[in-house]
């Protein structure tokens, strides 16, 4: 318990700490006091064992016969809800839950009855989620298997993600199955995505319809007219007419008759006033009277 007072920073937080004393050597007063004299922001939340038993994270934790054995703890609150089985998620989502749950019992050094009673808690929270029991039983097989063999080869696998819209998915990650590359699922409903604000792009004056002006770009006369497509779509019409030499519309008339020129979209095409138009059974498209004055 002993050691110097060193200057440090302490990030904010919860951290949870296990502390394991012999009673008979020192009292619970004390390590209080040293532990809340390590550093001025370090609040002691103490919780303390009852009948020889403590909860720490995710283990019961207790004292029997001079020995520590734990168990697996689930706090009150704890709900058995995973992802279901008829839901439209890849199956390794679907069982990532219960590899988990499976790979802790076997890994943890529970004796026979609690981990008998810890197989039929992950059995009942299968069962709830419509998680077929053969499923269930095959993979529990297969993480046995491979905590048995205690293998320590190192995984020299490069992974990867797909996005997972269909089971036609598989169609492509099978081609991948006797590689060294290993696949990875990510679905389209994750919560960010489903939150997240949509970017508005500005609109601009080209991408909208209502009353235009066009300027000759030799002699800068203008032609006023009005259309329910966008600008741009409007300025495309006019410089096609003027390419394939068809006097369609006066601004085309009056550039191929006088072989003046016609600019750029920028510097040659302004909106005067926004229209807002609706569209029914089919676009509709009209003009105002033109002049080139």
Known sequence: MGGKEVDCCVPSGWFSVYV?????KINLHTVNTYISSIHSNIKLNA??????????????????????????YRKPT?????????????????MAAYRYHITRMHLLPLDPDKKHKEWMTIQTI?????????LLQKLNRQIQQKTDQNSEKKDNKIWTTFTYHSPKIRTITNMFKNTNIGIAF???TMLHQCIRPKKQTPITDHERSGVYKI?????RK???GQTSHNQEARYQEQTRYIKNNDPCSAYALRILNNRHEYGNINDTMTLLKLIYCFHLNRCTYRHCTTTMN
């Open 20 to 24: 394991y004393f012999d009673k008979t």
């Open 47 to 72: 919780t303390y064992e009852e009948q020889n038993s403590i909860d720490f994270l995710d283990l019961t934790i207790s004292c029997q016969h001079k020995k520590l054995e734990i168990d697996i």
């Open 78 to 94: 704890t709900t058995d809800t995973t992802i279901n089985f008829l839901s439209n998620h890849p199956i390794e989502q679907k």
């Open 126 to 134: 299968a069962k709830n989620n419509n998680i077929p029991q053969q």
């Open 186 to 188: 990510r679905t389209t």
């Open 215 to 219: 300027t000759c770009n030799t002699c």
């Open 222 to 224: 203008a032609y006023v």
